[in-house]
């Protein structure tokens, strides 16, 4: 599936997602719980490193604090083989299962008013960060041809790639032609 964001950037699709801790499908109609925690990377020898991921109802609920006496669980209901949680991602109280920016899947987390939009992932953070700072290209006509640049990153200079070859190949022959005495 590709992201509505980048058409050419592959999204995992929300039916493909996978809770961090158990390893099953949070599939179409879940709701993906976001949370901070720690995880194992593939080797041997390696540390645990800070990770936000993606945690099934059935894990958040296992480890969260008990509803009514607000006591936390034992610890070893927030870690699974390669993931350990501590808490949902943001600050105050658990918001409304909302969908992703990127892919759509609903997505719970803190009501931190720092994080204005509800991402799932670190691909669909990145997808809508690329939207928002160019995509579009600057809009400025081409140096060469004269045509507005409409694609690529906003400090693009260049409308196509055989113009980029051209400037280079005008400046190669300009350098030369001032070395040679």
């Known amino acids: 599936m590709a992201s509505p964001h980048h058409p050419r950037k592959a999204l995992p699709a929300a039916a493909d997602r996978c809770c961090a801790q158990c390893e099953k499908s949070l599939g179409r109609a879940a709701v993906g719980y ?3 925690g720690i995880a194992r990377p593939p080797g041997r020898r390696r540390r645990w490193q800070p990770r936000r991921a993606l945690i099934c109802r059935t ?3 296992a480890g969260s604090a008990h509803p009514r006496s607000g006591l936390t669980r034992p610890q070893d209901a927030r870690r699974g083989r390669n993931f350990e949680w ?3 991602v943001g600050r105050g109280t658990p918001l409304p299962p909302t969908p992703c920016a ?4 609903k997505t719970v987390r803190g009501g ?3 994080l204005r939009r509800v991402t799932c992932s670190a691909a669909c953070r990145t997808a809508l ?3 928002r700072r160019g995509g579009g290209g600057s809009g400025r006509p081409c140096p060469v041809c004269g045509r507005p640049v409409t694609t690529g990153r906003a400090d693009t200079l ?3 790639a055989a113009c980029r070859q051209k400037a ?3 400046r190669r022959k300009d350098e030369d032609a001032h070395a040679q005495p």
């Open 102 to 105: 990127g892919c759509g899947l």
């Open 158 to 160: 260049y409308d196509r």
């Open 59 to 61: 894990c958040y609920r």
């Open 168 to 170: 280079y190949r005008t």
């Open 34 to 36: 976001l949370v901070e």
């Open 129 to 131: 960060t690329r939207v």
């Open 112 to 114: 931190d008013p720092l």
């Open 86 to 88: 501590f808490a949902l």
